[in-house]
């Protein structure tokens, strides 16, 4: 089989869509991977010169009254217009869509083509892009068996959220020892997603005033803009912390990490699930329709995380959640295994066997 994955703009979509190329070409399948313009797409690619990708020009679609839906419909022509070319080259047998705009044009190309076509949906409420496409498709792959409602006229299938096959838990104290820290002490993980979060460091910032003393460590993951800033933050209170602006293998820091403080995208959400990590989670307060509220609360209803608005995080408010959770073995070890009940189950798997059957059919 030849198989089309348009996987680009943001982590949650192509590390799910690298981790699905990753089983297609584990049986023999080939794999062209659709990504966007963005340097989060090309930095994802650079470890897996394996995959043959092209870059499609599209932009999120604007409302219609603005002035930017011309320059929308004119990128959105030309990325269907190379996906009919490339088409034509290539032969695809299937095309899958992990969300976003990036992926609405070579859906619609294949659907020009009838080749089967499907997409996949990670989070609790689907995004526009998605909502769109749906009518396009042979059927919606789902993260979250809840989105299932509202995709009402085509067929449905849960997979869980694909994560990359690298993602294995490592043991604790030999994760902690990668990355600088004491393998003695309680370890917190902060992280606000594959490009940082502005919100997340700033109320980590003004909590550490009240955490000196306590006996833990912080792996603190603040995107390239904040990282000085956040590391200077760190010494002058005397907290340990290893800070960097991204880390490339993540499964060391889930690894070493007791608890996360993070967003609740659904890939972040999944990878969290799988190492088994509780989490305080801090929905991006401007994510389309909400939807990473609806993502956190999931976690929240069987008590795998708690969950806290951003304008919520003043510096005591964040610092006695901390507190409270680090120091509470028993409720960790209990919310680490409810975590545990949502990690995806070869999800990527799942989805390459749904696109075999229907290819197959």
């Known amino acids: 089989m030849k198989a089309v994955i348009a996987c680009g703009g943001t982590g949650g979509h192509i590390f799910p869509g690298l981790a699905v190329a990753e089983v297609l070409r584990g049986r023999g399948h080939e794999v062209m991977l659709f990504v966007s313009e963005k340097e989060i797409d090309s930095v994802a690619l650079s470890s897996h010169p394996e995959f043959q990708f092209e870059k499609l020009p599209t932009v999120g679609l604007p409302s219609p009254f603005s002035p930017a839906i011309v320059r929308f419909t004119q990128r959105f022509n030309e990325s269907l217009s190379r996906c009919r070319q490339i088409y034509r080259k290539f032969q695809p047998h299937a095309i899958l869509g992990m969300g976003g705009f990036t992926s609405t044009a070579p859906v619609l190309a294949g659907r020009i083509r009838r080749v089967p076509t499907f997409i996949h949906e990670s989070n609790a409420f689907p995004g526009r892009a998605n909502r769109m496409t749906a009518r396009m498709v042979r059927a919606v792959l789902l993260g979250f068996g809840e989105a299932a409602q509202f995709f009402p006229r085509v067929k449905t299938e849960v997979t869980g959220t694909p994560i990359r096959s690298e993602l294995q838990r490592l043991d604790r ?101 799988a190492f088994s990590l509780p989490s305080v989670l801090i929905p991006f307060p401007y994510a389309a329709d909400d939807h990473q509220t609806r993502n956190a609360e999931i976690f929240t209803r069987v008590d795998a995380a708690i969950m806290l608005r951003e304008g919520e995080i003043s510096g005591d408010v964040l610092a006695r959640k901390i507190r409270e959770l680090i120091n509470d073995e028993p409720r960790l070890r209990r919310m680490a295994e409810n975590c545990a009940q949502l990690a995806p189950k070869n999800a990527a798997n799942l989805v390459v066997a749904t696109m075999e059957r229907y290819t197959q059919a």
Do not use: C, W
Request: net charge negative; aromatic share 4%; proline share 3%.
């Open 173 to 273: 104290a030999e994760a902690r020892r990668k990355l600088g820290l004491r393998e003695d002490l309680h370890t917190l993980l902060v992280m606000g997603g594959s490009q940082g979060a502005a919100g997340i460091n700033q109320g980590m910032i003004k909590s550490l005033p009240s955490l000196q003393g306590e006996p833990f460590q912080v792996i603190h993951l603040s995107g390239v803009r904040d990282e000085r800033l956040v590391a200077d933050n760190y010494l002058r209170e005397n907290i340990p912390a290893y800070v960097a602006a991204f880390h490339h293998s993540m499964e060391e820091v889930y690894s070493a990490a007791d608890l996360a403080i993070a967003r609740s995208g659904a890939a972040s959400l999944a990878e969290l699930a």
